[in-house]
């Protein structure tokens, strides 16, 4: 890495209210589930958006309506591999579970360095591991098993968030970290194994939802809008954080159910199967921070959430199913 000094660096102005400039906005996994909602919000307010995505996860029609846009820009690229842009933010979201992470982020935070522009990393609770410490604060260092499962995706964020404040103390770059916890709404992956799109998706198609383990072990799930406002408080603010953005309603997974059974589908039934090895146990964020730095909390409760998701879960099932022919 090679570390430019403070002179060299270019802050970025952010003048808000009537007249703001605009901005040129690159969302990294901007055609995936949350980066396509932060879109959204971002064309909205009349941004210059480019979304730089390899459709790994991500699917094109997330974006769809903003390509005739001539403020909509979509770049299919893979962040391992350096690119060449003029912005002046980054919504780095990007991220497949594997090592390509790491190298993906070190890009990034090099085309940031180079032009002088704000870095936002989409870190994760995963961070903290199977926490010792309930709710989890930032200033928790985490407790995660390094050659466990899971720790391709943890220990990769981790490095993450070293190499972030790396390039911030080493080459004077803006950054920010968000912390986020588990987010379900419209556009989640299907079939992506995350227990909430399991759920629903298995309530929809009249499957038993699958609870792993005794189903006692605890996360928090925050609604998509209310993540987005969160990452854009975080970019626009002053502060660097990180910061946790969730929800800190604390549901065990048997809850969870009885949560997709009341608002869902009320003859939905559940089964039990094997969990794997290392799951937290427990995890429910403090956000005392970003309510008071930020001045963000979350506002949509599950039981509002849900149902929005469902519906378009709905959809997608019935195009998917008419596809198959049934
Ligand atoms: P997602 O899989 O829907 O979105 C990720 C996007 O990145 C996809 O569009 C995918 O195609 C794209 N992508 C993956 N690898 C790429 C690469 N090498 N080059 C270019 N594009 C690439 O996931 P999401 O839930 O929207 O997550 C977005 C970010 O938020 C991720 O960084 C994730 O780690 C973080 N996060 C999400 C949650 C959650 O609950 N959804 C929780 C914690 C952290
Ligand atoms: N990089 C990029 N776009 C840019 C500038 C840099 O993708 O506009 C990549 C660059 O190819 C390198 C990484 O970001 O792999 C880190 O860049 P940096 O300049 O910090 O490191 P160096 O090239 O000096 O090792
Ligand atoms: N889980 C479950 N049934 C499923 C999928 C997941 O009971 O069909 C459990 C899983 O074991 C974990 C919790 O739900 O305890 C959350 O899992 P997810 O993968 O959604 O999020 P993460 O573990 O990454 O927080």
Redesign the pocket.
Known sequence: MRVISFAQRRPVRIPVGIGRKRMRVVV?????????HLVDKLMERGDEVIV????????KE?VAHHLDNPRFELIR????NPILLEVDMIY??????SP??VI?TLNMLGLAKRVGARFLL?????VYGDPLEHPQKETYWGHVNPIGVRSC?DEG?RTAETLTMDYHRGAGIEVRIA??????GP???LD?G?VVSNFVSQAIRKQPMTVYGDGKQTRSF?Y?SD?VDGLMALMEGEHIGPFNLGNPGEFTMLELAQVVKETIDSSATIEFGENTADDPQKRKPDISKAKQLLNWEPKVPLREGLPKMASDFRNRILIEDEGKGN
């Open positions: 990294t996994g901007g055609s995936g589930f949350v980066g396509s730089i995505d390899n459709f790994f996860t991500g699917r997330n690229h893979d962040v391992v780095h979201l990007a991220c497949p579970a390509t992470n993906g989409t870190s994760t609770s995963e995706y964020k912390r986020i916890f588990n987010t379900y556009r989640m992956c992506d995350r925050q998509v993540l």
